[in-house]
């Protein structure tokens, strides 16, 4: 099984913020990871696709990176309604894992 | 638009069993293969099942086979997953999800459903 390795597990920072989320999978999986949004109550939402492709409708602060093992997503300027908890998904071989996600807080 | 629209969640007993189901509309569901992902309270995203599409090619996490069991009615667009000997540790929020048309990266989800497993 691939083992995905996110982190932080938590990230405190202020609206403004540069913030930076990665991935890392225990074995190469091309470019087929995506990145989710979660909030309390709320159905999962798709920010990243295929690595780096932006979904239709999600704001352009959010992009993503990389490929094979080392993957980034990253907010160029933390919004209020950013606050939630991200997590990745690799979609190399099944079973399709997910990272431990990482909770964005307000510092 | 895509809606997934999640049902058959609920309070059941260790060793019960219970079926959920997803009705899918705006899209094709013949054409796109679906995934069950749940999430335990205060723990993160796992992976529950997968099907292709026709119902061909079904995998599970290690942690529900040979007690899950997930199908397809593509005459009804609804996706189904058939739970077994439920324990405690089944208990989540458990999301229906539609695949990309190229991958099996999770593009849509729907609200979800609670299931709780009493011991």
């Known amino acids: 099984d691939i083992q995905m390795t996110q982190s932080p597990s938590t990230l405190s920072a202020s609206v403004g913020d540069r913030v930076t989320i990665t991935c890392r999978a225990s074995q190469g999986i091309s470019s087929w990871l995506a990145w989710y949004q979660l909030k309390p109550g709320k159905a999962p939402k798709l920010l990243i696709y295929a690595a780096s492709i932006l979904q239709s409708g999600v704001p352009s602060r959010f992009s993503g990176s990389g490929s094979g093992t080392d993957f980034t997503l990253t907010i160029s300027s933390l919004q209020p309604e950013d606050f939630a908890t991200y997590y990745c998904l690799q979609a190399n071989s099944f079973p399709l894992t997910f990272g431990g996600g990482t909770k964005v807080e307000i510092k | 638009e895509v809606q997934l629209l999640e049902s058959g969640g609920g309070l059941v007993q260790s060793g019960g069993s219970l079926r959920l189901s997803c009705a899918a509309s705006?899209?094709?569901?013949?054409?796109?293969?679906m995934s069950w992902v749940r999430q335990a309270p205060g723990k993160g995203l796992e992976w529950v099942s997968h099907?292709?599409?026709?119902?061909?090619?079904?995998d599970y996490a290690e942690s529900v086979k040979g007690r899950f069991t997930i199908s397809r009615d593509d005459s009804k667009n609804t996706l189904y997953l058939q739970m077994n000997t439920l324990r405690a540790e089944d208990s989540a929020v458990y999301y229906c999800?539609?695949?990309?048309?190229?991958?099996?990266?999770?593009?849509?989800w729907g609200q979800g459903t609670l299931v709780t497993v009493s011991s």
């Open positions: 999800a539609k695949d990309d048309r190229q991958s099996w990266l999770v593009t849509s």
């Open positions: 705006g899209f094709t569901f013949s054409n796109y293969g």
């Open positions: 099907v292709g599409v026709n119902g061909g090619g079904t």
